[in-house]
């Protein structure tokens, strides 16, 4: 157990709609990076942020967007969800280093757009 | 073009010693290279961590060559439990993480 906690653990929606997802960080953690999981590939880095700013972003389009909180949870908004945008999202969480961080990841959201 | 590979799958017995290398040579100067383990619906594990030379842990051995375009992760004797998709993950100048491909390794008995 990493002490991320992701919610919901699964959810459906219908294309057009928006969804936000949530996520918990570890104690102690500053830092909160999203990723997007397609079925049988790789994580897909969408953003991250540190102390409730963006600090880098994939090759996103503007409709994933983010915040985080002064607590440092984190949500992941998605608008006009489109038949592609079904996979796994995970959170993971941090705290930045001098050379950089560990992330630990929570156990995702497994979103599914009909 | 600045990529992140891996080979994707990788068979072996119960045992023996497995090496997976990734290819990263786009990384940032300043970062770590982290490998994850990750089973089918469930978020990556963090497995080891280097930022050069060698790491090593109670799982798993990290070698990471003086230009850090590459990283071995070795897992000393494999066990059935072992059998998971394997991941590099590496931070790209402009701040972008990245994460390889994946490599599938199958352990059999």
């Given at each position: 157990?990493?002490?991320?906690?992701?919610?919901?653990?699964?959810?459906?929606?219908?294309r057009?709609?928006?969804?936000?997802?949530?996520?918990?960080?570890?104690?102690?953690?500053n830092?909160?990076s999203?990723?997007?999981?397609?079925?049988?590939?790789?994580?897909?880095?969408?953003?991250?942020?540190?102390?409730?700013?963006?600090?880098?972003?994939?090759?996103f389009?503007?409709?994933?967007?983010?915040?985080?909180?002064?607590?440092?949870?984190s949500?992941?908004?998605?608008?006009?969800?489109?038949?592609?945008?079904?996979?796994?999202?995970?959170?993971?969480?941090?705290?930045?280093?001098?050379?950089?961080?560990?992330?630990?990841?929570?156990?995702?959201?497994?979103?599914?757009?009909? | 073009?600045?990529?992140?590979?891996?080979?994707?799958?990788?068979?072996?017995?119960?045992?023996?010693?497995?090496?997976?290398?990734?290819?990263?040579?786009?990384?940032?100067?300043?970062?770590?290279?982290?490998?994850?383990?990750?089973?089918?619906?469930?978020?990556?594990?963090?497995?080891?961590?280097?930022?050069?030379?060698?790491?090593?842990?109670?799982?798993?051995?990290?070698?990471i060559?003086?230009?850090?375009?590459?990283?071995?992760?070795?897992?000393?004797?494999?066990?059935?439990?072992?059998?998971?998709?394997y991941?590099?993950?590496?931070?790209?100048?402009?701040?972008?993480?990245?994460?390889?491909?994946?490599?599938?390794?199958?352990?059999?008995?």
């Amino acid at each position: 157990e990493t002490g991320v906690t992701q919610s919901p653990t699964h959810l459906i929606k219908t294309r057009g709609q928006q969804v936000t997802l949530r996520c918990s960080s570890q104690s102690g953690h500053n830092t909160v990076s999203w990723y997007q999981q397609a079925l049988g590939q790789g994580p897909q880095f969408i953003f991250q942020y540190y102390r409730e700013e963006e600090n880098g972003r994939g090759n996103f389009p503007p409709r994933f967007s983010g915040l985080q909180f002064p607590n440092y949870s984190s949500e992941l908004n998605v608008n006009a969800l489109e038949l592609d945008d079904s996979a796994l999202y995970l959170c993971a969480s941090s705290s930045v280093g001098s050379f950089g961080e560990t992330q630990y990841f929570g156990p995702g959201t497994r979103l599914l757009v009909l | 073009l600045a990529k992140t590979t891996q080979p994707i799958s990788m068979d072996s017995y119960e045992g023996q010693e497995v090496n997976i290398t990734c290819s990263h040579n786009n990384i940032a100067t300043n970062d770590y290279i982290t490998w994850y383990q990750q089973f089918p619906s469930q978020g990556p594990r963090f497995i080891i961590q280097g930022y050069k030379t060698k790491v090593t842990n109670e799982v798993a051995s990290l070698f990471i060559p003086a230009d850090r375009k590459s990283s071995t992760l070795s897992l000393p004797r494999v066990s059935l439990s072992d059998t998971a998709v394997y991941y590099c993950l590496v931070r790209e100048y402009g701040n972008k993480l990245v994460f390889g491909a994946g490599t599938i390794l199958r352990v059999k008995s």
